[in-house]
């Protein structure tokens, strides 16, 4: 078995067909992004400014990615940003990355994207596979002092995880199963835990969740 390596990927991926289809592997499968293609956005700034970009989301970087000259980097200064629309989601800055947005009011809800970097599967005994985590870097300062997204090396696999965010009272709370969800609402957790069986609901459905929510502040 292989040893953990660093992969320095110092070249700026360029492209000549076009930039919506780019960054994928062999099989076309772009698996660090959180949506199959790059799209149209909508960028709103703190300044009330306005301005439409081609992106996606990295989900290893946790970053979003917009495509200039058929060159792909990371969309720097998060907080001069408000909100930006993304193939009809919505995403605010959070530190130095983006949360999907589910539900805004007393109490917020947010979806946080990561992706995981696993090398793929290599032989182990009895015809088993094993998978360990790497070290990679998948952006790389250029000339011009933007971080460039770059391609994502074939031998490894993403593994997404959705860590889930609940705001109240200006305080964070992050959860991934009802049970954590249900210790935030102590005094409801009777009402809510038989809300969710009656109507056979599940936090891992983001449908399902912003209906749990919607139900914990109504009671």
């Not at 909100?83 to 007393?106: A, H, M, Q, R, W």
């Not at 399902?208 to 009671?219: F, P, W």
Request: neutral net charge; proline residues 4%.
């Amino acid at each position: 078995m292989r040893s953990l390596q660093l992969f320095l990927l110092f070249a700026v991926i360029t492209v000549s067909v076009t930039p919506v289809q780019a960054q994928s592997n062999r099989d076309g499968s772009m698996p660090q992004y959180l949506f199959p293609a790059f799209s149209q956005s909508i960028i709103l700034f703190k300044t009330g400014e306005k301005r439409s970009s081609v992106m996606n989301f990295n989900t290893v970087t946790e970053k979003l990615v917009f495509v200039s000259d058929k060159k792909y980097y990371d969309l720097m200064n998060p907080e001069t940003i408000d909100t930006i629309y993304l193939n009809d989601c919505k995403f605010i800055p959070v530190g130095k990355t983006f949360y999907e947005v589910l539900l805004s009011g007393p109490v917020s809800l947010f979806i946080q994207h990561k992706g995981n970097l696993l090398e793929k599967g290599v032989p182990v005994g009895y015809g088993g596979t094993s998978q360990l985590a790497k070290s990679v870097y998948v952006t790389n300062y250029n000339s011009d002092g933007l971080l460039s997204n770059l391609e994502l090396p074939e031998e490894f696999d993403v593994n997404i995880s959705t860590v889930f965010w609940i705001r109240r009272n200006d305080e964070w709370f992050d959860f991934t199963t009802e049970k954590q969800y249900l210790q935030f609402f102590p005094d409801k957790a009777g009402q809510i835990k038989k809300f969710i069986k009656e109507f056979r609901l599940r936090i891992d459905r983001k449908d399902d969740l912003i209906r749990i929510v919607k139900y914990t502040i109504s009671i």
